[in-house]
């Protein structure tokens, strides 16, 4: 079965710092890793994925990831945390495999950036 | 002009009854979901339709049932409702069941009492 961990529920940052928010996943197969933002009383956004390729992607508001394969981690990173920023984030991962299409959540991380 | 809608955003009701939730996705995506998140965030898939062909139904009580008239409609039918089932749930699409890039609408808030 597939999992994804994300070890904090709440991630505290100082306005300008840079952030990481932790994730390391669990899946038969190659993975399909994505990350998601949900804003209060909101659904959740697409932020960006992994699929294959480069193992640093980018994706919206400036945030990427890191894909690692040997620690099978997909960590969200930021240079310069803006206040905006303060959400709740879900990493999430699937299979590559055709017939593999169930997208598994993390928990979340409060992520909350101090002025 | 709302790409994922869901009807109504609160609903509160009695233990027993039966409620319905609709959704319709004007993205024209091959692929909806119902999602449920618990009070503590913890987010969970409970059903996946395909243009109109179930293709993802996890361990939910019979009591909850989707239907799917068209490939851009999704709606959620829950008979005799439980504490337990009070929660937000999320309807969401993506363009084909092979990417993981879905697109959730606000959520429908179910308290049960």
């Known amino acids: 079965a597939q999992s994804v961990a994300q070890p904090e529920d709440q991630v505290n940052v100082a306005e300008g710092n840079p952030l990481t928010v932790k994730c390391t996943y669990s899946v038969s197969g190659n993975p399909y890793l994505f990350w998601y933002v949900q804003y209060p009383n909101r659904g959740l956004q697409f932020l960006l994925k992994y699929i294959t390729g480069d193992n640093l992607v980018k994706g919206s508001y400036g945030f990427e990831a890191e894909f690692n394969k040997s620690q099978t981690s997909f960590h969200l990173k930021k240079p310069s945390a803006l206040v905006s920023d303060s959400a709740l984030y879900f990493c999430a991962v699937r299979g590559a495999n055709f017939g593999n299409e169930k997208l598994t959540f993390g928990t979340g991380t409060r992520l909350t950036i101090i002025p | 002009d709302t790409a994922v809608s869901q009807t109504p955003k609160y609903l509160v009701t009695q233990m027993g009854n039966d409620k319905s939730i609709k959704c319709e996705q004007n993205?024209?995506?091959?692929?909806m979901y119902w999602y449920k998140q618990d009070s503590k965030k913890f987010l969970k898939i409970m059903f996946s339709?395909?243009?109109?062909?179930?293709?993802i139904n996890e361990t939910v009580p019979n009591r909850f049932s989707p239907k799917s008239p068209d490939k851009a409609h999704l709606n959620l039918h829950i008979n005799s409702l439980e504490l337990g089932d009070s929660a937000v749930y999320f309807c969401a699409s993506s363009p084909t069941r092979n990417t993981g890039e879905l697109f959730f609408g606000e959520g429908s808030r179910l308290t049960v009492l």
């Open positions: 993205l024209g995506h091959d692929t």
């Open positions: 339709y395909n243009n109109k062909e179930l293709i």
